[in-house]
């Protein structure tokens, strides 16, 4: 706990509301984020299309941790190695991917205190997440279409940049 984390977010990319999806509060990533993890060593990217309900707090819990703080960028690796647990086979146990989310709340300034509850929620609670089955990784491709014609400016590219871990140096 008394360690400095060293990790950071490298590069930011685009989150846009899903409006396409059938769940409330998701986002889909129009760009792609990096992040580095000192407790990996490596790499995370959440590729384009990945789609996240970013802090997914308990109706009944929103009064103590309301979901639009700094810890919702934090989420992303973490949504994203729970999903990689789903499917792939993930060399990430849920575990390492609940101390990650600690570790970017940290890079993030949310205060210890916060950081600790949220970490222990995500302990006694996260299990739900981890196994949920009906859990999509990506946009479908007409949801990415639409989007493309709605956001021309952004040049999206409608195919995944699958997750690949690796050590290499930032594209």
Not at 34 to 51: A, G, K, M, T
Not at 85 to 102: G, N, W
Not at 118 to 131: C, D, Q, S, T
Request: hydrophobic share 40%; with cysteine; net charge positive.
């Amino acid at each position: 706990m008394g360690e400095k984390s060293s990790s950071k977010i490298v590069k930011r990319g685009l989150l846009i509301t899903y409006d396409l999806s059938d769940k409330e509060d998701e986002w889909v990533v129009a760009s792609p984020y990096l992040f580095w993890s000192h407790r990996l060593q490596d790499y995370i990217e959440i590729p384009r299309w990945f789609v996240t309900d970013l802090a997914s707090i308990p109706k009944a819990f929103r009064w103590f941790i309301s979901v639009n703080e700094r810890h919702r960028l934090a989420t992303l690796p973490h949504d994203l190695l729970y999903c990689l647990h789903k499917f792939y086979s993930s060399t990430v146990d849920r575990k390492t991917a609940d101390l990650i989310l600690r570790d970017f709340c940290e890079v993030m300034k949310v205060p210890l205190w916060k950081r600790q509850v949220i970490y222990f929620a995500v302990r006694i609670a996260g299990w739900v997440k981890y196994n949920d089955s009906s859990k999509v990784m990506y946009a479908p491709m007409s949801h990415r279409k639409a989007y493309k014609k709605q956001f021309p400016e952004l040049s999206l590219r409608l195919t995944t940049d699958c997750y690949i871990p690796s050590k290499k140096a930032p594209r």
